[in-house]
């Protein structure tokens, strides 16, 4: 059973990293419980508005963007990723960041709570996101 969760879990985790790289700000929510909450460098988000509007910032300025993952660690219904990030802005510039992220799921597989661990300097050159 144990397995099972981790399976349904990591499936959410891949849905949640495609739809960051495709930059589908409506699937991305779709990947959050309705009452979640995002901690990161920039504060915290809470409620899929705010985290819609937040992906909406972050993202407004980027043409295209892959993840590359480490290890998925896992803790009870909590687990933690590292990853790099390699984007391209639209005026073409490319930009690299990275970080870790913790996810807590709740019992439908959602994402719950996210701290995600990165940079603001790597990140923040666009004005779209201070």
């Known amino acids: 059973k144990g397995d099972d969760l981790n399976d349904q879990r990591i499936e959410s985790l ?32 809470a ?13 407004a300025d980027l043409a295209s963007l892959v993840f590359q993952t480490g290890p998925v660690s896992w803790c009870g219904t909590s687990c933690a990723v590292s990853w790099k990030g ?19 799921f709740d019992d439908d597989h959602r994402i719950a709570k996210l701290w995600a661990f990165w940079i603001p300097d790597d990140l923040l050159v666009s004005d779209n996101i201070k």
């Open 14 to 45: 891949q849905r949640y990293l495609a739809a960051c790289e495709r930059r589908d700000i409506q699937d991305i929510a779709a990947c959050f419980a309705p009452n979640a909450v995002i901690l990161d460098p920039l504060g915290e988000q």
């Open 47 to 59: 409620g899929l508005a705010s985290i819609r509007a937040y992906f909406e910032s972050i993202y």
């Open 86 to 104: 390699q984007a391209q802005r639209r005026d073409g510039t490319p930009l690299t960041y990275e970080g870790v992220d913790v996810f807590t």
